[in-house]
């Protein structure tokens, strides 16, 4: 069975970093995209950045600059490092990756629980 466990969320002032930590465990065929998607109270989950197997990377407009998206194959982990942390940044992040069980089945989308960050002063 597939999981994927996040951490490293918590509460920064504005101006301030914290970086996000995703693993995949379980028994999989393979990994491809990887990625993080947040959801504020009472708004839709948006994405936030993606990340490619041979790691090319999509960003949100709103987190081009500030945040980086990255990944390490071996340990299955996804990261996404957050500076610069604005107000309107606060929302449960969750990890989302697709992944291929098994030779014989298609892959599918997997998400994380989620964590909160919350950015304030």
């Known amino acids: 069975q597939v999981q994927l466990v996040e951490s490293g969320g918590g509460l920064v002032h504005p101006g301030g970093s914290l970086r996000l930590s995703c693993v995949a465990s379980g028994s999989f065929f393979g990994i491809y995209r990887m990625g993080w998607f947040r959801q504020a109270p009472g708004k839709r989950r948006d994405l936030v950045a993606t990340i490619t197997r041979d790691a090319s990377t999509n960003y949100a407009d709103s987190v081009q600059g500030r945040f980086t998206i990255s990944r390490d194959n071996a340990k299955n982990t996804v990261y996404l490092e957050m500076n610069s942390l604005k107000p309107e940044d606060t929302a449960v992040y969750y990890c989302?990756?697709?992944?291929?069980?098994?030779?014989?089945?298609?892959?599918?989308?997997?998400w994380g629980q989620g964590t909160q960050v919350t950015v304030s002063s």
């Open positions: 989302n990756a697709v992944i291929q069980v098994s030779s014989v089945v298609a892959a599918s989308q997997y």
